[in-house]
């Protein structure tokens, strides 16, 4: 802490700045200069603010996706303004920060010779910040180029050798086998299951009907009008496919997610089959008019569906959710050579692939969802973290102490 | 039960306490008695001495740290801004930021008295040792950029032309901006890396342009431009603290607006 204090305790000058013209290069010269960097940084702040104030992605999709779109979204949609964390203009404006940060970084190496005692140090400092700056963002591209990342959905007893990805299946070197599934509860998890009262509301506007299904996953309700004669075939049969408490696609695969265990946005995906046809849509708790159609017209749909999730009475302070595990055997050559607990902040890793507890269902506890990456750039973010603090301390702890030492005693400052 | 209402009183002591010292603060620059100067300073080293023990209590009835939703980071929040200006007056005298923080601090424990401050167990995702360190990293930054904020403030008003304010207490003040930012945005640096690391461990991806996340980068990028202006152009004045002064509303954003507008992974500290 003694050492912390000098972050405090030095007013910070003017440091040893090597001069933009000992740079001939006109291109490098722009991009060393602060006006440059400055306005980058100034621009990827302005772009992130627009990426978190205007929708994204899998929030502005099912509007777009009706008939006739959105005007406003649709506009902001097509100048790149609902995916601006994956638009090629925001990696540009990456790139034209990485670039600036390689020129300056240049530029303080040479500035290290020239600078003396403890602004010797914070020059120091500032080019190690700046090389782990450059790392994080490189560990960045070698995950886009190299990295994989799929989802495992499995229940009890089953067996896979590939992960969903948006790319097609994603291969392991190895299967997987979930033996055991576990959810656990703070205190009183009867109270908790019995409050899980998520329900399915089915209305047949035309029929004047209205029924309720649980969300059990996976059992076929069927549908038929009360005027129907006795003993025909059901119009509809509706099933619920899928669960999830807090939806949200995945960016980087597109893959449908639950961002959190908490019930932000609870959201089925169920089916409807008629005819033959099988129709499936995800149905949102808290976004009743929201619903993309994967076969159907929305408006060919005489069905009209409203999830009723139990939310926070589901998950009450009595039977608040502890933990969800799953405990998961890895098969080569048909042997289990490991067995392993997964749960939230306890990932699990083999020959380079992590595992990650993702998602539960309340209404099937033997089913789970684990999601597997694959990053051989986080050693090299991890490095530049490092670096970076290592960097940071040395321009805001260390230099300022040597140079409060050194004026004390009378040496060079 | 004891324990409750013993941590209950705590609270409230601590709250008066700042209060006081509030006051105590305020007559000493009005009446330029050094007797209420002193009596300031020794109000808030025993306001963040009952916090402190505070913190302590409802950790040890916790079980974990105490610092998982609304109530209990405004608590922290208070606490580091009265720490942070303490560490600060060890090297200096800043009578106006002593009535300032304690105002802030004070301020932040009434406003968590809003909020129910029931201990409750954590949610998996919470349920980790970075919890600690993640969070009290970020708040000693924002503590840091609250207290430069403030200087900001003062310092602004010690400039306007009909101020009787000394050249010297400009300049401190003026010092003070400076130095609070390179300690908060050592600490926020910290704060987003031990979040990354975390959210690599529990989610498997350490940035997910998740708005908090992305909201602290903000911040981050103007205070690293702060820095920037400070260190090679030597960017002072008026347009530092008006620097400050922005980083700090996207500092209150970044804590305060997101748990409330934007929904997302840390959308449980809104509670």
Redesign the interface.
């Known amino acids: 802490m003694g050492l912390?204090?000098f972050?405090?305790?030095?007013?910070?000058?003017?440091?040893n700045?090597p001069a933009a013209h000992a740079l001939g290069n006109p291109v490098t010269k722009v991009l060393g200069s602060?006006k440059f960097?400055?306005t980058v940084?100034?621009l990827?702040?302005l772009a992130?603010?627009a990426?978190?104030?205007i929708p994204q992605g899998a929030q502005v999709e099912p509007y777009l996706a009706r008939p006739g779109g959105h005007p406003v979204l649709g506009m902001l949609s097509a100048l790149g303004l609902t995916r601006v964390?994956y638009s090629w203009w925001f990696v540009g404006l990456l790139f034209a920060l990485a670039s600036s940060l390689m020129v300056c970084t240049g530029r303080r190496y040479h500035a290290i010779k020239r600078a003396k005692g403890a602004a010797r140090i914070r020059v120091i400092g500032?080019f190690i910040t700046h090389v782990s700056l450059l790392l994080v963002l490189a560990g960045?591209v070698v995950r886009v180029i190299w990295g994989q990342?799929g989802m495992i959905q499995f229940r009890e007893g089953e067996i896979v050798e590939s992960a969903e990805s948006p790319d097609g299946p994603m291969a392991l070197p190895f299967s997987l086998r979930l033996s055991k599934f576990e959810l656990e509860f703070?205190?009183n998890p009867e109270e908790s299951k019995d409050a899980t009262g998520d329900r399915l509301q089915v209305q047949w506007a035309e029929k004047n009907w209205v029924t309720h299904f649980s969300t059990e996953l996976n059992v076929e309700h069927p549908v038929t009008p009360p005027d129907a004669a006795a003993g025909s075939r059901p119009s509809f049969v509706v099933k619920v496919l899928r669960h999830v408490s807090?939806f949200a696609i995945d960016?980087t695969t597109g893959e449908v997610m639950s961002?959190?265990?908490?019930p932000?946005?609870p959201a089925v995906q169920i089916s409807v089959v008629a005819g033959g046809v099988t129709n499936r849509q995800w149905v949102f708790a808290r976004f009743p008019d929201f619903g993309s159609h994967d076969v159907l017209d929305a408006a060919a749909m005489p069905l009209k569906f409203r999830f009723q999730a139990a939310e926070s009475a589901g998950r009450g302070?009595q039977g608040?959710?502890?933990?969800?595990k799953s405990t998961i055997e890895v098969v080569e050559n048909g042997a289990v050579v490991s067995t392993r607990v997964i749960?939230?902040?306890s990932?699990f890793s083999w020959k380079g692939f992590?595992f990650?507890q993702?998602s539960y269902n309340p209404d099937d506890l033997a089913w789970s969802a684990l999601?597997v990456?694959r990053?051989p750039g986080?050693p090299i973010?991890?490095a530049g973290?490092i670096l970076?603090?290592a960097g940071?301390?040395l321009v805001?702890?260390v230099g300022p102490w040597l140079g409060e030492q050194r004026r004390t005693t009378g040496g060079i400052p | 039960m004891t324990s409750i209402l013993n941590m209950t009183v705590l609270f409230n002591v601590s709250l008066a306490v700042y209060f006081c010292a509030m006051v105590a603060s305020v007559i000493g620059l009005m009446s330029r008695r050094r007797f209420f100067d002193v009596a300031a300073n020794g109000l808030i080293v025993v306001g963040v001495s009952i916090q402190t023990i505070y913190l302590g209590m409802r950790w040890v009835e916790a079980g974990r740290a105490p610092f998982s939703n609304m109530f209990e980071s405004l608590v922290l929040f208070g606490w580091t801004v009265s720490v942070v200006y303490l560490l600060l007056r060890i090297r200096a005298k800043l009578p106006w930021l002593a009535a300032a923080s304690a105002a802030l601090s004070a301020l932040a424990l009434a406003h968590a008295s809003t909020f129910e401050s029931e201990i409750r167990p954590l949610m998996p995702a919470l349920q980790s040792n970075w919890l600690s360190f993640h969070v009290m990293t970020c708040f000693l930054g924002y503590g840091a950029f609250a207290i430069s904020s403030l200087a900001a403030v003062g310092f602004l008003i010690a400039s306007r032309e009909r101020s009787t304010a000394q050249g010297e207490t400009r300049q401190t003040l003026e010092t003070i901006v400076a130095q609070t930012i390179s300690f908060g945005f050592l600490f926020l640096t910290l704060g987003i890396l031990t979040g990354a690391v975390w959210a690599n461990s529990a989610w498997g991806t350490y940035w997910s342009w998740d708005p908090k996340e992305t909201w602290s980068l903000i911040t981050w990028f103007i205070y690293a431009g702060f820095l920037h202006f400070n260190f090679v152009r030597g960017w002072r004045g008026r347009r530092a603290a008006w620097i400050s002064i922005i980083g700090f509303v996207s500092v209150l954003f970044t804590y305060y607006g997101v748990n409330f507008l934007l929904a997302g992974l840390h959308s449980y500290a809104k509670s």
């Open positions: 912390l204090l972050a405090m305790s030095d007013p910070i000058e003017k440091s700045q602060l960097a400055l940084i100034l990827l702040a992130c603010i990426g978190t104030l964390f500032s960045g990342k703070h205190k807090d960016g961002r959190s265990d908490e932000n946005n302070r608040s959710i502890k933990a969800f749960a939230v902040n990932p992590s990650y993702t999601q990456v990053d986080v973010v991890y973290f970076m603090m940071l301390t805001f702890c």
